[in-house]
């Protein structure tokens, strides 16, 4: 830590970055911090480059500090991180689809988001045009007697987000699992680099649309961060009421479609019930079913009159009702729990290996909550336990869901009770005639998303990264159908509920 | 669970009464639909749902309309798991150029007669994404469309209208 600071004071001038610095830093450091990132020291937050440089941002639990690190990578590679921390390989092949950067010794160089279908190579760095022809590309090999292969999607079943899965099975037993991504990339950081700042917070409220408030928060903390305002005491928790709301429809929802995946359609019935009733009191308060576009950076869209925050109060009293009938459902049908118990377990190391966050690094053993560990406002005022378990199965992560259900209630009355009066919204100037970077980090209903940014003279977004929590969740579903027959998947997949849009970005 | 199945014989149906048709969806299929459907299918359309780049966000309303408030089968709708079965494409999102073979392929493994339904306002415009190196935009630069229906994302009673549309147009 000292040498990274003794860095940052003899390194040339970085546009100062908030609340957390970046550092430019020399091969050396950066090596050392790939070596702290392997032996468990710090998790990885996120990696990625802007062309010129690779940052690099990670979260070291004994000071539950941040830091980000950029190396210059001008001569067009990097040392790689992923070689000695592998949850970095997926975010290094990213990179090098977008900006042409080549992670120095990484052991997987296959192109990631490209499939080569843009018309064009690095759309992010010098951009060569291609004919837009299929790449081909190798999956890993498996050798083995009697091994058969089972190639799905990427239009899957059901109504689900695309993706490919291939599958290599010994019988019905599943011995690899290797996903195949990219499908839905929309090039969000491209169409973000010279947008408006009110342009650049709708497309992050459309990088994954099931946590539409969770990344809006997350770009206008950084943007709040990055212009050194901070949004009225009422506006941040107008923002935790919103996005406890969304915590709570989401686990609804899928505490039933995984129950659903085990073929038991009453508990989906039930909580699609729940989901709907939240999603109806969310459009009657603040608009929107789903709440996109409700926060903007300087505060929210909407304020909270009493009667709607009494129609919230009489909300929770039916899921207070509710939520112990539906525990008591899942817990005594033991055909269910025949099928959730002892499926799809994915072990403590991994998810503390590869940071993983949210309900699946909880129910793992991982107990990392941004909410908690980085403590932004309004949650440090707020008393809530974090849901946890170290079975690691299919049933521990419906049960850390039921636990999260539990706090959310509890907070979104805890909330409502302590709501401050007064403004929603602070006038901002963007445009300061500096260089200007802000970061975030904030817990969704999936994990923790990262939010990096940089606003340029003009007020404009000079660049934006956004991590979704499943960058670092995907890996470990392949590590967690590994053993399981293949007919457990769809209940496995859906315990983790991994998005591809956020990730696909 | 005896609790919640003596509640599902006693209480009431939760179920809303069904919109009205959207008008403007009516006249957007003209006669597209004419009476093939109704003459070659019945009132019942299987619905196979794509998503060809969504944000997730349609899929979340998309799957809405299976709740017991909006309960889509009583009016012969169902979703099925292969294009093979469908009479009906649901297509979302602003069609990747990833995607984009995916989709025609799947619209080719879809038998004739058949109907595409753009969901949301990218598959309308591309919405927000419209611009990208990545995306091709409108479903109806890749396949043909029968009916929009706008919205980010349109909400279960706006999939409703659009989709009773499409029933009440075959029976035209």
Same mark, same amino acid.
């Given at each position: ?71 210059? =990578? ?20 990213? @990179?090098?689809?977008?900006? $042409? ?66 599958? @290599? ?18 090039? !969000?950081?491209?169409?973000?680099? $010279? ?71 009453? &508990?989906?019935?039930? =909580? ?18 789903? &709440?996109?576009? =409700? ?92 849901? $946890? ?14 636990? %999260? ?50 606003? $340029? %003279? ?48 | ?26 006249? %957007? ?19 196979? %749902? !794509? ?70 306002? =990218? ?50």
């Amino acid at each position: 830590m000292d040498l990274l600071r003794k860095e940052a004071l003899a390194s040339p001038a970085v546009p100062a970055c908030r609340p957390w610095p970046r550092m430019a830093v020399d091969q050396a450091t950066w090596r050392a911090t790939i070596n702290q990132l392997a032996a468990g020291e710090c998790d990885l937050l996120s990696l990625w480059s802007d062309g010129a440089q690779v940052h690099l941002a990670a979260f070291r639990p004994s000071d539950a500090s941040v830091q980000i690190l950029s190396l210059d =990578c001008a001569g067009g590679s990097y040392p790689s991180v992923g070689r000695a921390h592998p949850s970095a390989l997926r975010l290094e092949r990213a @990179t090098f689809d977008l900006y $042409g950067v080549v992670a120095e010794g990484s052991s997987d160089t296959r192109r990631w988001l490209d499939h080569g279908r843009w018309g064009v190579r690095r759309p992010g760095g010098a951009g060569e045009a291609t004919a837009g022809a299929a790449d081909p590309y190798t999956f890993l090999p498996v050798e083995g007697e009697g091994l058969h292969q089972i190639p799905v999607g990427p239009v899957h079943a059901g109504v689900i987000e695309p993706g490919h899965f291939r599958f @290599t099975a010994n019988g019905e037993v599943v011995v690899r699992l290797e996903e195949r991504l990219g499908f839905v990339h929309k090039g !969000v950081g491209q169409l973000m680099s $010279g947008a408006s700042i009110e342009g650049a917070a709708k497309l992050a409220g459309r990088v994954s649309g099931d946590s539409t408030v969770a990344y809006a928060i997350a770009f206008a903390q950084a943007v709040e961060a990055a212009l050194e305002i901070s949004a009225p005491p009422r506006a941040v928790y107008l923002r935790a009421l919103m996005a406890e709301l969304e915590r709570l429809a989401n686990h609804f929802g899928d505490i039933g479609a995984i129950c659903n995946d085990a073929s038991f359609a009453l &508990m989906q019935a039930q =909580c699609a019930l729940v989901r709907e009733k939240i999603l109806r009191a969310s459009k009657a308060c603040f608009g929107h079913r789903l &709440m996109m576009d =409700c926060v903007s950076p300087g505060g929210v869209a909407h304020d909270l009159s009493a009667d709607k925050a009494a129609c919230l109060g009489e909300l929770l009293d039916w899921i207070r009702l509710m939520t112990p009938r539906l525990i008591a459902l899942f817990g005594d049908t033991t055909s269910l729990q025949d099928r959730t118990v002892g499926t799809g377990i994915l072990n403590t190391s991994l998810a503390r290996q590869f940071g993983c966050g949210g309900v699946i690094g909880r129910a793992s053993g991982r107990e990392f909550d941004a909410r908690k560990a980085i403590g932004y406002a309004p949650y440090p005022d707020l008393s809530f336990a974090v849901g $946890g378990s170290r079975d690691g199965d299919v049933d521990a992560r419906v049960w850390v869901r039921f636990d %999260e259900v539990s706090a959310s209630t509890e907070l979104v009355t805890q909330i409502l009770e302590r709501m401050p009066h007064g403004p929603i919204n602070v006038e901002f100037q963007a445009r300061t005639g500096a260089v200007r970077e802000g970061a975030a980090l904030v817990e969704g209903f999936r994990g923790d998303i990262f939010a990096f940014l940089r606003i $340029g %003279e003009d007020g404009t977004i000079e660049s934006c990264h956004l991590r979704d929590p499943s960058w670092f969740q995907w890996p470990l579903l392949e590590a967690a159908i590994k053993g399981n027959i293949v007919a457990d998947f769809p209940l496995c997949n859906k315990s983790f509920n991994c998005s591809y849009s956020g990730h696909d970005l | 669970m005896q609790k919640f199945l003596f509640q599902g014989l006693l209480r009431r149906a939760l179920t809303e009464p069904a919109p009205e048709p959207d008008a403007a969806a009516v006249a %957007e299929l003209g006669y597209t639909l004419g009476r093939t459907a109704n003459r070659k299918l019945g009132r019942s359309l299987s619905i196979r %749902e !794509v998503d060809a780049g969504s944000c997730n966000g349609c899929e979340l309303e998309i799957h809405a309309l299976n709740n017991a408030y909006y309960d889509m089968e009583r009016f012969g709708l169902r979703f099925v798991a292969s294009p093979r079965h469908a009479d009906v494409l649901l297509v979302t999102g602003p069609v990747t150029k990833n995607m984009r073979e995916a989709l025609e392929r799947t619209y080719n493994a879809t038998p004739d007669p058949k109907w595409v339904v753009a969901v949301g306002d =990218c598959a309308f415009n591309g919405g927000v994404f419209a611009e990208s190196y990545a995306c091709v935009g409108a479903v109806a630069e890749v396949i043909p469309v029968d009916l929009h229906i706008r919205g980010c994302p349109p909400d279960p009673v706006a999939l409703l209208k659009g989709l009773i549309a499409l029933v009440e147009g075959s029976e035209r």
